[in-house]
């Protein structure tokens, strides 16, 4: 039986054309070097943290990311070096991203930080039609005439500045600026037809605040825009208890009137070195009749004896 080409839309409105074209993480507050070269050893320590994530379930052809990054100071306390490899896959379509981020601290006290960020970045575009089972609704569309594997190569910079003072933070960045062409030329008689990456912009913040000698509330959120695409949020709240397990939900703003989903998040600090993270979304939209929501893995470590779980939270940025 032939497969039904279910997802060509996304092909042209949400992965390839003007829309949104990055991966989005429940997890956002522990993969902030992906999208803000700043953040590059603001915590401090060398540190490597991967994410696996499998959205929609049951659905055929669900966006499955995986995302690997690393950072560390380099050379002086205020200087930092990042490296994030990512992964991204949509059906018959897939992304591979590597970076290189740089990060200096313009501005640094025992309680304050203002680092700026720089990135470079390289990826791999890639539509695989070799399967002569798909079946191709759209049959004029010269993005997809074509039968094989079609790949693009494109190289990009960004920047992003991060700010943290005593238990909070805040950071704008923009790693993907420069729009490059991703389509073949084939075929296409002008370039306006071509499809582009387009520069998407994020703002994050959060905050640690103490509750009692055992509890605190860390509340979270994130904006992303993008032209032409609807704005998304997500907004976190979450309570952390003894410095080892945090748990909280998550709610995602964006197309859907009602928003994209409710996502249910936990972390635990199993030693002062090593973290796993769990969360899981409930689809509000109307996709929720297809599918059984999504589902994160998340596990990070530290380098290095850190002594903050014994209490010492003279630097709250271990907590970010």
Known sequence: MKKILALCSMLINGFIAQAQQEAQFTQFMYNKLAINPAFAAARRTASITGIYRNQWIGFKGRPVSQVVSFDAPFLSKRGGVGVTVANQKTGVMGMTTGSFAYSYDIFNTKSTSL???????MRRYAVDLSDPTLYIRDGGDQAIQLNGVQTVMAGNIGAGLYFDYKDFYIGMSAPYLYRNFIASETNVSSPDQLAREQTHYYAMAGGLFKMSQMWHFKPS???????????SMDVNMSVMYNYRFSGGLSYRIGESGLGDSIDALAFFQTSPQLGFGLGYDFS???????????????????FGNNNKMAGDLSNPRFFF
């Open 221 to 231: 959120l994130m904006f992303k825009y993008v032209q032409n695409a609807p704005w």
């Open 115 to 121: 680092r700026i960020g720089l990135m470079g970045a």
């Open 284 to 302: 509000l939209s109307q996709l929720q009749k297809y599918n059984k929501g999504g589902v994160e893995l998340l596990m990070r470590y530290d």
